[in-house]
C-alpha cells in the first residue's frame, strides 16, 4: 500500500490533524523558531554538542553554582504561545545527566502548570511532578532508579489522570492536582536546574516530540 503523505500511513483524512511539535536538535545551533531560552541568574553555559563530548550529541546545559535558584531552561514558544491542550496532550523526549552526580532536571508540558519528568541525584527514583496553577503541586515516584543514561521519557493527560513512563514502561500516574483548561494551556518544557548554591548541574537533550490527542 502507499500513501500521499506521512499523515495518511497512520490517520484517516476524515480526522482532522492534532498540533505536533518535533525537534530532535541536529545541526549547529538551536532552533529558535521551535524554543526560547531562559536563565535565572548566574553565568551558565549552552550549546550543541556532538558525539565527541561525551554526550551522545543534541544539546546541553549547565548551570552556574554561584546561586542556588540558578536554572536554565528551553521552552517552546519562547513563554508566550501555548498550543498544547491542558487537558489533552502527550509528550516523549530522550533526555539525560550527563555525568554522575549533582544533577536535576525537569521535562514535560509546562506553563505555571505542568506535567514532567523529574530527576534529581539527590533522590533514588525519578518521578512525575504534577501542578495545577490554581490549586498546588504534587510529586510521584517510579520504580526507576536515578542513573546517568539516555532514556525516553514519556507522559500524557486527558484532563482525569496524568501518566508518565521511561523506556515504554508506565511508570506511575497522578490524579490530583493536574494541569486544567481553567489554569491555561502548555508548552514544551526542559529545564536544568541548581538546587543549592554548591555545584553546577549539567544535562542534555537530544528529541523532543508533543502533540494535543
Not at 492534532?18 to 545551533?29: A, N, T, Y
Not at 521552552?75 to 516523549?92: H, L, M, V, Y
Not at 514532567?116 to 532508579?145: E, F, K, M, Q, W
Request: proline share 2%; glycine share 12%; hydrophobic share 30%.
Amino acid at each position: 500500500m502507499t500513501f500521499n503523505s506521512v499523515y495518511e500511513i497512520t490517520n484517516p483524512l476524515t480526522t482532522v490533524a492534532g498540533q505536533r511539535f518535533i525537534d530532535d536538535f541536529s545541526g549547529s545551533s538551536l532552533d529558535s523558531k521551535k524554543w526560547g531560552f531562559t536563565e535565572a541568574s548566574g553565568n551558565g553555559t549552552r550549546g550543541m554538542t556532538d558525539d565527541g563530548s561525551g554526550s551522545g550529541g543534541g544539546y546541553s546545559m549547565t548551570t552556574s553554582s554561584s546561586n542556588g535558584s540558578n536554572y536554565m531552561q528551553l521552552k517552546g514558544g519562547n513563554g508566550t504561545i501555548r498550543q498544547f491542550d491542558a487537558e489533552g496532550c502527550a509528550f516523549i523526549a530522550v533526555v539525560r545527566a550527563l555525568t554522575g552526580s549533582n544533577n536535576a532536571f525537569y521535562v514535560g508540558m509546562h506553563e505555571d502548570s505542568y506535567f514532567a519528568g523529574d530527576h534529581s541525584s539527590s533522590r533514588s527514583y525519578y518521578r512525575l511532578s504534577h501542578r495545577n496553577n490554581l490549586i498546588g503541586t504534587g510529586n510521584v515516584d517510579t520504580a526507576t532508579p536515578i542513573d546517568y543514561d539516555w532514556h525516553t521519557h514519556h507522559g500524557s493527560t486527558d484532563g482525569v489522570a496524568v501518566n508518565y513512563g521511561l523506556d515504554g514502561v508506565q511508570g506511575c500516574t497522578a490524579t490530583y492536582p493536574i494541569p486544567s483548561t481553567e489554569a491555561g494551556d502548555l508548552e514544551a518544557w526542559w529545564q536544568t536546574y541548581t538546587p543549592d548554591s554548591s555545584t553546577s548541574r549539567s544535562c542534555a537533550i537530544r528529541y523532543f516530540e508533543a502533540w494535543n490527542h
